[in-house]
C-alpha cells in the first residue's frame, strides 16, 4: 500500500476509554480444559458496572456467558464441568449459586440474611464469611435509635457452614435452608471480627485471621483461631462440637494458605515490626508445631533474601508450588516459591497480571495480562512437557487496534538526594524530541504501591484521561516516588519522616532531567492525583513555585486530620514508640514533623491552581480535608474549584462520576496548558 494512503489512527474520546471492556478475576479448572473470568463494562445509561462471568473453552477456542443476571464476584471451580459462583440475587444480596455442567441459572444455596462476603469449597458444602444480625443489635436499635459507638462496637462477623448435599434435598423438599448450617463463630471464645477464611484441602479444619473490632486501626490487634471438629470432618449435626484453638502466631500474621496434603501452613508475617511501611516474608509452620507454646520459634522464613512484598491479593500453594505476586520495579511478577527458599519468576512472554491470577495444581497459569503496548485480555499460561506455552483467551484488544494510545516507556533519573527513581513517560504517538511539550505529573495512590509499564491502567480508565491528553500532545509522567513498591525494603523507608518533603525532590529532580533532554515546557508542568497521589499533589503545588495547575482526588492537607479522622490513621509514615502506628500530634517532637509534611503549611507561598474532587462520605481521607484547602485557597486569591461527590467514599466508583472526574481533570488542565476555556460540563466529542 501507498504510505501516502496510510488510514490515520482513530483517536478516542474520554468516553470510548471509559466504555472499555474491563476484566476481573480469572480462575483455571483442575484440568486447565476451561477458564472462568469476571467481565464488565461501564453502563452510563444505568449508572452501573455490568458484570458477568464467562466460560472460555480451550479445547473449542471459544467462550460463553454462563450468567446474565446478577453481579458475580468470588467464585470457584469445583470440579471440571461445576463452579460455584457468589452473586446478587434478586434482593441485590450475594449468595452461593452453583453450576452444574455450567449451564443454567444456578442452584442457589444459602439465603443468608444481608448477603455473603466471601467463601471456599470445603466437605460436602462451603464456609462463608457473612454477618451475623443478631437479637441484641436489633433490639438496642428499636429501643435506642440507629447510632454506631466508635472503636467500642462488638463485631457481628462470623463464619459459617454449610452443607450444600443437604441443602439439595431440602429444596427438592421444599425445606428451609436452616438444618444445612452452623454458625461457627459461636463457638470462638470471644467477639472478633473474622477478616479471612482459609480451608484445609482435607477438608478436616478452618483458620480464621482475626481482628478485635471491625475498625481497622484495630488491624494488628490479631489473632488467629483454628477449627477441627472431633470427627475430624466437619458435619452439621447438632451434636458436633468443633475443638477451638487459639493459635499462637506473632502479632499481626496471617494465615494465607495450607500445604495441599495440609501438614504445614504458610503464614505472612512481619520479621522486624508492624510499621506500615516494613515489609511482610513469607514463612512455612508445621502443623505439628501449631500449639507449642514457642509455635514462632519454628517457623521458617522462605524470603529471608528477597527484598520485595509479596502481594497479598492472590497467594496459592498448589501440588505444584507456592505461587505469588510482587512488584520489580514497574513491573509486576508471578512467581513460583519452594520450600527451600527458591525463588522462579514464572515468563509470560512480555505481559504481565493486573491484579488477579490463578494456579492450579497442575501449574497452569491464568491470569488478565497486560503490556507496554495492550491493553486488558485474558491469558492461559500451560506447563507441558515442552515447558510454558501461552495462549490468549479473549480478543479486546481487537478494540483498540486502531486508536491511537500515545507510547509508554520506562525511564530512569537521579533525585536531590542520590536515589534512582523510575516513571513511566507516555507521549504522543507523532513524539518529536526537538519540541517542547506541556507535561503532567499522574501521582499514584498508596504510598505502597506503583505505576505499572502498561498501556492502560486503571486509574487511566476512571480517573485521568492521559490518552487524551496524549491526543492534545501533552507528556504524562507517573513516578515511582519513594516509598513505592518493586524496590526493596530501604526504598519504602525513604519516606518516612520526610514524607511530602522527600517526594518534591523526586519531582522537581524528573522536571530537571526532563528539561535537560530538551522535551518539556517548564510554564506548563502540572501534577494531579488520588489519596496519597493527592496528598503529594498538594503539597508539590503548595510548596514549589514549578507548577502551573494541580488536581486531587481526595486531597489530604494535613496528617493532623488524618490522624484524627482517619480510619487507618495508623499508617501515618512518620516515626513513632507504638509497635504498629505512626507517633501522635502530640508526642514530644512530633509537632515539627507533622507541620513540615503538611501541604497546607506552604499556604502562605501557594499560588497554584488547585481543582479538588472528594468522596462525601469518604472515611479514609476526610472531606473536611479538601474543604480546609479550598477555603484557605479562596481566601488567598487562588483559583481553585472543589467538586463533591454525594454518597462516593474513597473510591468514586459509578459510571456517570467516573465521566465526571475525567472531564472535569481534562478540562482543568487543558485551560491552565493551551488556554482553552474553562468548562466543567462539555463533553469530549470527536
Not at 80 to 94: C, L, P, W, Y
Not at 179 to 191: S, V, Y
Not at 482 to 493: D, H
Request: with cysteine.
Amino acid at each position: 500500500m501507498d504510505d501516502n494512503h496510510i488510514t490515520e489512527k482513530y483517536r478516542p474520546t474520554i468516553k470510548d476509554i471509559l466504555l472499555l471492556p474491563l476484566v476481573g478475576d480469572v480462575k483455571v479448572n483442575v484440568t486447565g480444559s476451561k477458564v472462568a473470568f469476571r467481565s464488565g463494562t461501564m453502563n452510563l445509561s444505568e449508572n452501573k458496572l455490568d458484570i458477568y462471568l464467562q466460560i472460555y473453552d480451550v479445547a473449542k477456542s471459544s467462550s460463553y456467558y454462563l450468567t446474565r443476571t446478577g453481579r458475580p464476584f468470588t467464585f470457584h471451580w469445583l470440579d471440571e464441568e461445576t463452579i460455584a459462583v457468589m452473586k446478587a440475587n434478586k434482593n441485590n444480596e450475594f449468595q452461593i449459586f452453583i453450576f452444574e455442567n455450567l449451564i443454567g441459572e444456578g442452584l442457589q444455596v444459602t439465603a443468608h440474611e444481608g448477603g455473603i462476603e466471601d467463601f471456599f469449597p470445603f466437605a460436602e458444602g462451603f464456609v462463608y464469611l457473612a454477618n451475623n444480625l443478631n437479637q441484641e443489635r436489633k433490639n438496642r436499635k428499636e429501643k435506642f435509635g440507629n447510632f454506631i459507638h466508635v472503636e467500642e462496637e462488638k463485631s457481628t462477623s462470623s463464619a459459617f457452614y454449610i452443607n450444600a448435599t443437604k441443602i439439595k434435598r431440602q429444596q427438592l423438599l421444599k425445606n428451609t435452608f436452616n438444618e444445612a448450617i452452623i454458625d461457627l463463630g459461636k463457638f470462638l471464645p470471644e467477639t472478633v471480627k473474622i477478616v479471612s477464611i482459609v480451608p484445609s484441602p482435607n477438608n478436616d479444619m478452618i483458620f480464621l485471621n482475626c481482628r478485635c473490632k471491625d475498625d481497622l486501626v484495630f488491624e494488628y490487634d490479631a489473632s488467629n483461631f483454628q477449627i477441627q471438629f472431633k470427627s475430624g470432618i466437619i458435619s452439621s449435626e447438632p451434636n458436633q462440637v468443633p475443638i477451638i484453638s487459639q493459635l499462637n502466631l506473632p502479632q499481626g500474621a496471617k494465615i494465607v494458605a495450607v500445604s495441599p496434603d495440609g501438614s504445614k501452613l504458610l503464614i505472612l508475617s512481619k520479621k522486624r515490626d508492624n510499621r506500615d511501611f516494613t515489609q511482610a516474608d513469607l514463612w512455612i509452620l508445621s502443623h505439628s508445631d501449631l500449639e507449642k507454646p514457642n509455635c514462632q520459634d519454628h517457623m521458617i522464613c522462605l524470603t529471608d533474601k528477597f527484598d520485595h512484598d509479596p502481594l497479598t491479593n492472590r497467594i496459592y500453594w498448589t501440588k505444584a508450588g507456592i505461587y505469588f505476586i510482587f512488584w520489580k520495579e514497574s513491573r509486576k511478577v508471578i512467581a513460583k516459591l519452594s520450600e527451600n527458599g527458591k525463588i522462579e519468576e514464572i515468563d509470560l512472554e512480555g505481559f504481565m497480571p493486573d491484579y488477579w491470577f490463578h494456579v492450579n495444581d497442575a501449574g497452569d497459569v491464568s491470569f488478565p495480562g497486560v503490556s507496554s503496548t495492550s491493553i486488558n485480555d485474558v491469558y492461559l499460561s500451560r506447563l507441558t512437557t515442552r515447558g510454558r506455552e501461552l495462549t490468549q483467551l479473549t480478543d479486546f484488544n481487537k478494540t483498540v487496534e486502531n486508536w491511537d494510545l500515545g507510547t509508554v516507556e520506562s525511564i530512569k533519573w537521579t533525585s536531590k538526594d542520590g536515589t534512582e527513581i523510575e516513571g513511566i513517560l507516555r507521549k504522543p504517538s507523532n513524539f518529536d524530541h526537538t519540541k517542547k511539550y506541556p507535561i503532567l505529573f499522574n501521582i499514584h495512590g498508596g504510598p505502597h504501591a506503583a505505576s505499572a509499564n502498561v498501556l492502560l491502567e486503571g486509574m487511566d480508565q476512571f480517573y485521568y484521561p492521559v490518552v487524551q491528553f496524549s491526543i492534545k500532545d501533552i507528556l504524562v509522567l507517573k513516578i515511582n516516588y519513594r516509598g513505592s513498591l518493586g524496590k526493596g525494603q530501604a526504598f519504602k523507608e525513604l519516606l518516612v519522616n520526610n514524607v511530602g518533603v522527600g517526594d518534591l525532590w523526586d519531582l522537581e529532580s524528573a522536571i530537571d532531567h526532563l528539561i535537560n533532554l530538551g522535551y518539556i515546557d517548564e510554564t506548563k508542568i502540572g501534577i494531579c492525583g488520588g489519596s496519597q497521589g493527592a496528598y503529594i499533589s498538594a503539597f508539590a503545588a503548595m510548596h514549589s513555585n514549578r507548577f502551573c495547575a494541580a488536581s486531587g482526588c481526595s486531597t489530604l492537607s494535613s496528617w493532623v486530620i488524618y490522624f484524627y479522622g482517619s480510619d487507618m490513621r495508623y499508617s501515618i509514615p512518620f516515626s513513632g514508640s507504638k509497635t504498629y502506628r505512626s507517633g501522635a500530634p502530640f508526642e514530644n517532637g512530633m509537632d515539627e514533623i507533622f507541620e513540615k509534611t503538611a501541604p497546607i503549611t506552604g499556604l502562605e507561598n501557594s499560588n497554584t491552581p488547585m481543582l479538588l474532587q472528594h468522596g462525601e462520605i469518604d472515611e479514609r481521607v476526610p472531606l473536611y480535608s479538601s474543604k480546609m484547602l479550598y477555603r484557605a485557597l479562596k481566601e488567598k486569591g487562588v483559583q481553585t474549584e472543589l467538586f463533591v461527590f454525594p454518597e462516593m467514599g474513597h473510591s468514586i466508583n459509578k459510571p456517570r462520576e467516573n465521566y465526571a472526574i475525567l472531564t472535569q481533570n481534562y478540562r482543568w488542565f487543558l485551560h491552565h496548558f493551551l488556554g482553552e476555556e474553562l468548562d466543567f460540563y462539555k463533553d469530549d466529542e470527536r
